[in-house]
């Protein structure tokens, strides 16, 4: 059983290149999230999607993008990469919250720099 | 609207020493509440949950949280702590509601407390 993978795990970009962090997941869940973590500042969610179709913004989803078209994948799109969008990404999937097997599993996370 | 909070964004503490780590919560509906843990370099992973039950939750290596309903907290405490245990804490919240017969849900983390264990 896999869990939550995400792909790739380090990542240089150029400021003004784009690209797409990939995230899936094989436990069937139908929320998936995205966060950034900077460090001292927690955990900012970026993007969420409560199932196929369906995705809303989180904190701080300028510069992002996002879509579902499968329960299983939730990529990440930066289209213009800007030095602040320099950070470690995770990717999370759960069940429904508010039910009894709403634990979030996360992928290892991608660390990303913008230079 | 709900919220989480961690008293402390830091915690130092010297080995086998106790550590409490301060975690409270706004919510207008009931909750599930979790602690996950991160170790240096590594994704969040679960350290114990409270769904329903005992408001004492444990973990298999000697954390403990207990859940109090109107102190709206679920701090997070070790009698003894190893240098091992250093690392980041989450504090998370997760509930659902209904509003004109939809299901709602909503999962949120705390800042994070990080926690050095010194020899």
């Known amino acids: 059983n896999a869990g939550v993978t995400q792909t790739p795990k380090f990542r240089i970009l150029k400021i003004g290149q784009s690209m797409t962090l990939q995230c899936t997941q094989d436990m069937n869940h139908n929320y998936m999230y995205w966060y950034r973590q900077d460090p001292g500042m927690g955990l900012k969610l970026i993007y969420y999607?409560?199932?196929?179709?369906?995705?809303d913004k989180g904190e701080v989803p300028n510069g992002y993008n996002v879509s579902r078209s499968t329960t299983e994948d939730f990529p990440l799109r930066l289209e213009l990469a800007a030095p602040s969008q320099t950070s470690v990404y995770f990717c999370?999937?759960?069940?429904?919250?508010?039910?009894?097997?709403?634990?979030?599993?996360f992928g290892q996370g991608t660390r990303l720099t913008v230079v | 609207a709900q919220s989480v909070t961690q008293l402390d964004s830091q915690v130092p503490v010297f080995e086998e020493a106790p550590v409490e780590l301060r975690c409270n919560y706004s919510s207008s509906v009931s909750v599930y509440l979790f602690w996950y843990v991160q170790y240096p370099n590594q994704g969040l992973q679960l350290l114990l949950k409270y769904l329903s039950g005992s408001t004492l939750v444990k973990s298999i290596n000697g954390f403990e949280a207990e859940f109090n309903k109107s102190q709206t907290s679920f701090h997070l405490r070790k009698p003894s702590v190893h240098i091992s245990d250093t690392a980041e804490y989450f504090c998370a919240v997760s509930e659902a509601w209904k509003a004109g017969g939809t299901s709602y849900g909503k999962l949120t983390f705390g800042q994070g407390t990080i926690l050095t264990v010194h020899p």
């Open positions: 999370a999937s759960s069940d429904t919250p508010g039910t009894p097997n709403t634990e979030a599993f």
């Open positions: 999607s409560v199932g196929a179709g369906i995705t």
